[in-house]
């Protein structure tokens, strides 16, 4: 037992029995403590990531693949979660300088970042998607790993997503030297060959307006590009190659003037070439991501496709990098509920485990349903994009993935950053102390709405894919017209109609909103995205619930579309455009 010391003038005399008697229980005395939470084999614990899997992918395709999944799980729960907890304080660092005045600007990533990569790389993380070894199949297995990986590794998945989008990107531009360049590296399984990349997109003009960037491209005499400008908030610093937006001399302002460029920033000595690193980025959260201001001082670059148009010829990182930002906020609500869940069977307050307490009971009902509609979401994307990689993407799953690829993002993002903060609230004081690990939970969430388009840039860019082909709002409600129509319990087959009522109700409303102009539309985008959104969700629910019943004999995803159900699905409301004003502005 633990001893503990009085001072000398608390000591009992030689004649006080009682004295001498609470000393002798002091000197016992051993505090509790109260044990931390623990993660097992994140995929073999993980129910719903298994059940969705057993209904989408043939069963002679998930047994080659489920030994990867459950490597991964016992990697993610065990060796990673570990490194993590132990490398929390650590943070990058940049060191502009040598002692003796050379500019190195070198960022150093913290132990446990050097060990994803290489994790990472050896796992396919990345190359699965592209090696194609099931075919459509091949992205619900990255995304698998992604989901497994990403919650351990500090943000890891950052220049993953980066790395995805740029061989997207490049494929989709034909580019055949830039190719054969760099695609081998970026879908590489050998550590000493793999490269990342970045996305140099942001200038203080603009953030999501890329249309007002200001860096400018000239060209040498022998044709080669140099970009010139400073890049405010920039991806991936420590990556082998970046793409990035530069307009060429004599470009017209906005979107369509600016060009797609490939850039390696290092030449063969690790010497930055013609790029200044100013300061790497307070953030309040994914502090682990080496977030840099930098500038570019003729920096030598190539042109991806055409000079010109090259917000369009990034479109393709960007659906990528958004698929990955909704799978990391259902990766990071499920893993915060693990540790909860865990946490729970451990804790013991007013003469019970606080997994018995009904009212705590009642709250993670709440936060795993939300977890699963998000997950579905999220997964949703993936099979979509395994069908495009594959060729296999006929009209109606083409207008569904310009679609639900920003409502995913927008949707599921918004959802983790409720559920980080509820899952904090359920291990209480613990939950706001920096050393138990729990607050990043928090922090890190709150970007998954913001970057890769903020929710309300994303509402934008949903309503601009229905205003180019109004068959894009169709082929959604015919997609969850579908979920309902496989439901059969009576429960489920009411849920999928109310999803269905909620698309329908949102349609209703667009129809209305046009009529009374643009700033109608506008003023309820958001409303509008969401309720397609979270309409979507509970038909994917329904879909995997029903299934679940037919050939798991579980009943588990049903009570998730039930509480999901009684949720805010519909969030198409009246609003005052007027009310709004005053309020946002506080104007009189």
Same mark, same amino acid.
């Given at each position: 037992m633990a001893q503990m010391s009085l001072p000398r003038g608390q000591r009992p005399g030689r004649g006080s029995r009682v004295s001498r008697a609470l000393y002798c229980a002091a000197m016992e005395f051993s505090p509790f403590n109260q044990p931390p939470p623990e993660l097992g084999n994140q995929y073999d614990d993980d129910r719903v990531l298994g059940s969705y899997l057993r209904r989408t992918i043939p069963p002679d395709a998930l047994r080659e693949i489920e030994g990867s999944l459950r490597e991964m799980g016992e990697l993610s729960g065990g060796e990673l979660y570990?490194?993590?907890?132990?490398?929390?304080?650590n943070e990058p660092v940049l060191t502009q300088w040598s002692p003796w005045g050379e500019r190195l600007d070198h960022v150093e990533v913290?132990?446990? &970042?050097?060990?994803?990569?290489? $994790?990472?790389?050896?796992?396919?993380?990345v190359a699965t998607a592209y090696e194609r070894r099931h075919g459509r199949f091949s992205r619900v297995h990255q995304f698998a790993l992604a989901y497994l990986f990403g919650p351990s590794t500090d943000v890891y998945a950052c220049p993953l997503a980066m790395t995805d989008g740029a061989a997207n990107t490049l494929l989709s531009s034909g580019n055949r030297k830039l190719l054969d360049r760099a695609l081998p590296h970026l879908t590489s399984r050998d550590p000493s060959e793999f490269w990342t990349s970045g996305q140099w997109m942001t200038e203080s003009t603009g953030g999501s307006d890329v249309g007002l960037s200001e860096t400018v491209a000239t060209r040498d005499e022998d044709g080669t590009w140099r970009l010139w400008g400073r890049k405010w908030f920039t991806s991936s610093p420590v990556a082998q190659m970046t793409l /990035? @937006?530069?307009r060429p001399e004599g470009n017209p302002g906005g979107g369509r003037g600016l060009a797609l460029f490939y850039l390696e920033p290092r030449d063969a000595n690790g010497r930055l070439r013609n790029v200044e690193i100013n300061r790497l980025?307070?953030?309040?959260? /994914?502090?682990k991501v080496p977030t840099a201001e930098m500038m570019l001082r003729g920096a030598p670059a190539e042109l991806v496709g055409?000079?010109? +148009?090259?917000?369009?010829? $990034?479109?393709?990182?960007l659906n990528i990098t958004r698929? &990955? +930002?909704?799978?990391?906020?259902?990766g990071g609500m499920r893993r915060g509920i693990a540790l909860a869940r865990d946490f729970a069977r451990r804790r013991v307050a007013f003469g019970a485990k606080l997994s018995d307490k009904p009212l705590h009971v009642d709250t993670m009902a709440d936060v795993q349903a939300e977890m699963e509609a998000a997950f579905h979401l999220s997964f949703f994307v993936t099979e979509l994009l395994g069908r495009h990689d594959a060729g296999? @993407?006929?009209?109606?799953h083409g207008r569904l993935l310009r679609i639900v690829t920003p409502l995913a993002k927008l949707t599921t993002g918004r959802q983790a950053v409720a559920a980080a903060s509820e899952i904090l609230e359920a291990f209480g004081g613990a939950g706001y102390v920096e050393d138990t690990g729990l607050p990043v939970l928090l922090r890190d969430a709150q970007v998954l709405p913001i970057w890769e388009g903020t929710t309300n840039?994303?509402? @934008?860019?949903? @309503?601009?894919a229905i205003e180019k082909d109004r068959d894009v709002l169709a082929a959604l409600r015919t997609e969850v017209a579908r979920c309902a129509e496989e439901a059969t319990e009576p429960s489920l087959v009411a849920a999928g109609q109310q999803a269905l009522s909620a698309v329908d109700r949102a349609g209703g409303w667009l129809a209305e909103a046009f009529g009374r102009g643009p700033a109608e539309v506008e003023g309820g985008a958001r409303r509008f995205a969401l309720t397609l959104g979270r309409g979507l969700e509970l038909g994917l629910m329904v879909r995997q619930a029903q299934w679940s019943l037919d050939h798991e004999q579980d009943r588990r995803p049903l009570a998730a579309v039930h509480r999901f159900a009684r949720s805010r699905v519909d969030q198409i409301a009246p609003a005052d455009a007027e009310e709004a004003r005053l309020l946002a502005n506080d104007e009189s």
């Open positions: 570990r490194l993590q907890l132990e490398d929390r304080l913290t132990p446990l &970042w050097k060990r994803a990569e290489r $994790i990472a790389a050896e796992h396919g993380v /990035t @937006l530069g980025k307070d953030k309040l959260g /994914t502090r055409e000079a010109s +148009n090259g917000v369009r010829a $990034i479109t393709p990182m698929t &990955w +930002n909704a799978i990391m906020s259902a296999e @993407l006929d009209e109606h840039v994303l509402s @934008l860019d949903a @309503l601009r």
